[in-house]
T-cell receptor
């Protein structure tokens, strides 16, 4: 009965590199949400996806950030050409129907050096 | 900007005492108000939630009080225990969904012996 699985748990990238964060939702959940948590701050919504569709990307930065949730496999949050300001904890959450409460993973902590 | 304001930023309570965390919101369209508990290195976990058709909800030692006219809600932790030491986030969402959440900035609770 696995929960939301995120990997890697920790990711270190140098400025200008690409970061790929993966999220496998709970079994039976087809709705995925990505949130970002900066130090000493609350979580900020980034994007909401259903299988093969982006439903709401109103919280995504306009450049360098993209997300996908393919028919097969995990959801991927991709950050291109990372900068120090991208250093944060990125949390994935899932829901069975887009209405029920979210279940969060343990996050990926991205550090940009 | 949809906001949820949370206070205090940090709280120290003696074992057995009552912990109280407050949140205020601006958007009257919000209709779902959860509280999440987060331990270091972990993702947020749903603790308790309320909808605005009730003024109070209790689950064990945790109670949400909701004041619709004041646009405020609070979390009360009775008989606080050292194991309750964590960061607590209030949140809000609208449209009947419990999924796309706007989070407060968090309260770091420490329960001392």
């Amino acid at each position: 009965n696995a929960g939301v699985m995120q990997n890697p748990r920790h990711l270190v990238r140098r400025r200008g590199q690409e970061a790929r964060l993966r999220c496998s939702p709970m079994k039976g959940h087809s709705h995925v949400y990505w949130y970002r948590q900066l130090p000493e701050e609350g979580l900020k919504f980034m994007v909401y996806l259903q299988k093969e569709n982006i439903i709401d990307e109103s919280g995504m930065p306009k450049e360098r950030f993209s997300a996908e949730f393919p028919k097969e496999g995990p959801s991927i949050l991709r950050i291109q050409q990372v900068v120090r300001g991208d250093s944060a904890a990125y949390f994935c959450a899932s829901s069975p129907d887009g209405y029920s409460p979210l279940h969060f993973g343990n996050g990926t902590r991205l550090t940009v050096t | 900007q949809q906001q949820v304001k949370q206070s205090p930023q940090s709280l120290i309570v003696q074992k057995g005492g009552i912990s109280i965390i407050n949140c205020a919101y601006e958007n009257t369209a919000f209709d779902y108000f959860p509280w999440y508990q987060q331990f270091p290195g972990k993702g947020p976990a749903l603790l308790i939630a309320i909808r605005p058709d009730v003024s109070e909800k209790k689950e064990g030692r945790f109670t949400i009080s909701f004041n619709k006219s004041a646009k405020q809600f609070s979390l009360h932790i009775m008989d606080s225990q050292p194991g309750d030491s964590a960061t607590y986030f209030c949140a809000a969402s609208k449209g009947g969904t419990a999924s796309k959440l706007t989070f407060g900035t968090g309260t770091r609770l420490q329960v001392t012996l």
